[in-house]
């Protein structure tokens, strides 16, 4: 995390698995989280996705498996959930 005068610059911060591979991405915008939020598993796929507006969730959304496939999906506007759609796991 990048700070400016004691707080939170804006701009991207990224965190790391303890072997050193990317674990999130989160950008900031006035100490919020403002914009996407993209989080990996330890191999280097993404994991989801996230979007916020001044620290509200609001927009499209993801999850994925390890494996790469969909396992569920919705939107956010303003914090509030509008739709949200899981994938069946085939076994």
């Known amino acids: 995390m990048k700070f400016k005068n004691g ?6 911060s990224y965190g790391y698995y303890p072997e050193g591979n990317i674990k ?3 950008n ?6 403002d914009g996407h939020l ?3 598993y330890p191999n280097g796929m993404v994991t989801d996705v996230f979007y ?7 927009g499209y ?6 494996c790469g496939f969909l396992e569920s999906e919705g939107e ?6 509008i739709w949200k759609k899981n994938y069946k796991k085939d076994a």
Do not use: C, T
């Open 7 to 12: 707080k939170r610059a804006d701009g991207p």
């Open 24 to 26: 999130q991405i989160i």
């Open 28 to 33: 900031w915008k006035d100490g919020e989280m």
């Open 38 to 40: 993209v989080r990996f």
């Open 52 to 58: 916020f507006s001044k620290g509200i969730r609001d």
């Open 61 to 66: 959304w993801y999850h994925k498996l390890p």
């Open 76 to 81: 956010y506007i303003n914090g509030e959930q």
